[in-house]
């Protein structure tokens, strides 16, 4: 469904801003509102939060409600998180948007699932791991200025734009990475055959 599109752009949103420095003027205003560390915090957790969302669309795409439940969570999460690391209220606002759309056609996904039984697709995987490698470029495109040291890890200030993108794009990356192993290491489910005719037959003579 189209919803599933949404979704991943949202994901694709969240991961490109948190690589991408914030507005001054914003970041300025809210800086006297926050504390700076829930700024990183907040900056981290949306890039998660997008990695996620990335993840989910396939659940979505199958029509699986609890890939619906998450990911109607995660939207509301990150639009709290984009209003809390630079008052993007643009993002929020698309959030917001697509976890309403997601409420409103509810009975659209109707599969009963379970969280850790949601279903691998390569083809999403591939796409996340572009989207991840398109981050990367534009981390470096955008800090092209910015001299390479051990020390950005550990800058932790209001203005600290590339170390927070290094950070975020560390920890999606490893987030990506976990969630793959995952799905690719995990126990495959029996695949159950019907019985033939011939089978049915035979299985009908010894009852006799």
């Known amino acids: 469904p189209i919803l599933a599109v949404l979704v991943f752009l949202s994901g694709v949103v969240l991961l490109f801003s948190g690589v991408t420095p914030e507005i001054d003027t914003r ?31 396939q659940g979505l795409r199958r029509r699986l409600s609890a890939a619906w439940m998450l990911t109607t969570v995660l939207l509301l999460v990150g639009a709290l998180l984009s209003l809390l ?3 993007d209220w643009e993002e929020a606002t698309l959030l917001t948007l697509t976890a309403t759309l997601l409420a409103v056609f509810r009975r659209s996904f109707y599969r009963p699932s379970r969280l850790t039984e949601l279903p691998f697709s390569p083809l999403f995987l591939i796409a996340s791991i ?42 999606a990356a490893v987030l990506l990475v976990v969630v793959s192993l995952t799905w690719l290491l995990r ?19 010894i009852l006799m």
């Open 27 to 57: 970041l300025e205003h809210i800086g006297f509102l926050i504390p700076h560390r829930l700024v990183d915090a907040s900056h981290f957790g949306a890039s998660l939060v997008g990695v996620l969302c990335l993840l989910l669309a």
């Open 85 to 87: 690391k630079g008052f």
């Open 130 to 171: 572009c989207v991840l490698g398109a981050s990367i470029w534009l981390l470096l495109f955008a800090y092209q200025d910015v001299p390479y040291s051990h020390q950005l890890w550990w800058q932790f200030t209001l203005d600290a734009d590339a170390p927070r993108g290094l950070r975020s794009l560390l920890g």
């Open 187 to 205: 126990t495959a489910r029996p695949v159950i055959h019907l019985p033939t005719a011939e089978e049915l037959e035979r299985a009908k003579t």
